[in-house]
């Protein structure tokens, strides 16, 4: 494990380092410390440390998870896709890219995506659903949906569906499912990555993850020191930025298997609140815009794993850039410490998430009444793009660069811009460019997550964290089937449709502009030109 750090003041820095080791952090840390964060955190803290440990225990979960592979290959049973949301999922993404087995993952509610995810041999197909609570609507409805095509295709789907879950949900039910894995309570699922949802799936596909978590083991002693300690030294290093407004951290992912997406739900979930945190950034191009061009506002840390090859990237304008590099399971682990630590710097409580509820709150109203959520306006139509908003904001602006520009002006001088796409990931594969797009036209820092996954990452940040982002919904029509939720009264689109809704509704209710782009019939076409992605 490696870190080097090039701090755009060291004396800031110093001043941090200086900080953390005089409480003792990572050691008290180490020892599960509820009080670390202070007493009005400790009550939660208490019931959310058990990660600390997970490096250092047995992990009887995997020997089990082998010989369910083996069971159900003698059944026909050989391709898996996972249903989970945020830390439900995106650990095990990053071990089983590590691994190099196949899994498919499943974590957006457009109709089309189901579709594709469970594909047409579900004779082979087992369901893993992962919900730390149970109760997930995402992975709820994929179940639900899934036991329905099993019944349809004349399956049984409690032969091949594998739950994994707290001792205490509704998904812990060995009668309905093949195998139920649970996972320690006092494990939150941001922090789970070294439990049975990081573990479980990458097993099932074929992999085995003992090497990564002995890699986790050897680090553990090191990181529960107080001297000469790389997570001491990094939360230094990003709390140190964080004290001189340096908020955006981009993470320059050189790990080839998506480390950095995993790492922006862990920061963005942990620390952004209280009108606090860092926003996190993952970009793989070390071409982008987003690195070649940072600006006074971002930090870069460069991802890489031991062995592999990185690209030299260059500093950003405020000075502020650092190199990890570690064994996967190592790492892990570094930026669990490091985030826990960091939460201790900036004064915040690392294991709750009080913004995330409100998006779920609002669409779980707009699915039950339409008219209990206050839509945006329709301002204008270009061509076959529907642009919603605020009248006021737009109302001299008639073309969708200059609504982007508008939308831009109404964040503070470094902020930000988050585009949110509520559209099926593959038929519109090619929307994350809008993030280089935007960065371009606006000159601020630019996001970009699929809806619903990302309301289960930086979703939080989005409300709860520093009040300087603008935000662009884009929607679109429904292309093909749509497919019903069965044992609910709706369709997965309008499902979707309420999750757009519900957080445009929680971001304007906590202050953040927004805007909604809507495509209708070659839309994608149109916003590509308008923003400058074609000729």
């Known amino acids: 494990m490696k870190v ?19 409480a003792r952090a990572a050691s008290r840390l180490a020892a599960r410390d509820s009080q670390l964060w202070g007493d009005s955190c400790a009550a939660t803290a208490e019931n959310r440390l058990g990660w600390v440990e997970l490096p250092k225990v047995e992990h009887p979960e995997i020997a089990r998870a082998e010989e369910l592979r083996r069971e159900l290959a003698k059944s026909g049973v050989h391709r898996f896709v996972l249903s989970g949301m945020g830390g439900s999922s995106l650990g095990a993404a990053v071990i089983a890219r590590a691994l190099e087995v196949e899994l498919t993952f499943l974590t957006s509610t457009a109709p ?74 006092d494990v939150g699922g941001r922090y789970s990555a070294l439990t049975a949802f990081g573990l479980v799936p990458a097993v099932l596909a074929g992999g085995d993850p003992r090497p990564l978590l002995e890699a986790a083991a050897q680090s553990a002693a090191v990181l529960g020191r107080d001297d000469d300690n790389p997570a001491v030294e990094l ?85 502020h850039m650092a190199t990890v590099t570690a064994e996967l399971g190592a790492a892990l682990y570094l930026w669990e410490f490091t985030t826990a630590l960091l939460a201790f710097s ?52 008639r073309s969708i660069s200059g609504t982007v520009q508008a939308l831009a002006g109404a964040v503070p001088e470094f902020g930000y811009v988050a585009v949110q796409a509520f559209v099926d990931p593959e038929r519109f594969a090619a929307i994350e460019a809008l993030r280089e797009a935007v960065f371009r036209l606006t000159g601020l820092v630019t996001t970009f997550g699929f809806g619903p996954a990302y309301l289960h990452s930086t979703g939080q940040y989005h409300k709860g964290g520093r009040n300087n982002g603008a935000f ?30 519900g957080d445009a509704d929680a971001l304007r209710r906590a202050g953040r502009p927004v805007v909604r782009l809507h495509l209708r019939t070659d839309g994608w076409t149109q916003l590509e030109r308008s923003l400058g992605l074609k000729g």
């Not at 369709?491 to 999750?499: K, W």
């Open 4 to 22: 080097v750090l090039s701090p755009a003041s060291h004396e800031s820095y110093d001043h941090e380092l200086k900080v953390l080791t005089e």
């Open 112 to 185: 089309a995506a189901v579709h594709r995810a469970f594909g047409d041999d579900l004779k082979h197909t087992g369901l893993i659903v992962a919900s730390k609570s149970g109760t997930t609507v995402e992975t709820r409805s994929h179940l639900a949906a899934f036991e329905a095509a099993c019944a349809d295709a004349g399956l049984d789907p409690a032969e091949r569906v594998i739950a994994i879950t707290d001792p205490g949900s509704q998904l812990n039910d060995l009668e309905r499912f093949t195998a139920v894995f649970t996972t320690p309570a």
């Open 235 to 319: 939360a230094a290093f990003l709390s140190s930025a964080h004290a001189r407004d340096v908020d955006k951290l981009v993470l320059a992912d050189q790990t080839g298997v998506g480390l950095g997406a995993w790492i922006e739900q862990l920061v963005g979930e942990s620390l952004g609140k209280d009108g606090r945190g860092l926003l996190p950034i993952a970009v793989a191009d070390p071409n982008s815009d987003l690195i070649q061009k940072a600006g006074p506002d971002v930090s870069i840390v460069q991802l890489a794993l031991d062995g592999e090859d990185s690209t030299e990237l260059p500093a950003p304008v405020s000075g």
């Open 346 to 397: 900036t004064a915040v409580d690392p294991f709750d998430q009080p913004d995330v509820e409100s998006a779920k709150a609002s669409a779980r109203a707009a699915l039950a009444d339409p008219e209990a959520v206050h839509g945006m306006d329709l301002v204008f139509s270009y061509e076959n793009i529907d642009v919603y908003g605020n009248e006021h904001a737009l109302a001299s602006v």
């Open 472 to 501: 662009i919904q884009i929607t679109a029509d429904p292309a093909g089937e749509d497919l019903a939720v069965p044992g609910a009264d709706c369709s997965f689109a309008q499902l979707l449709s309420a999750q757009a809704d």
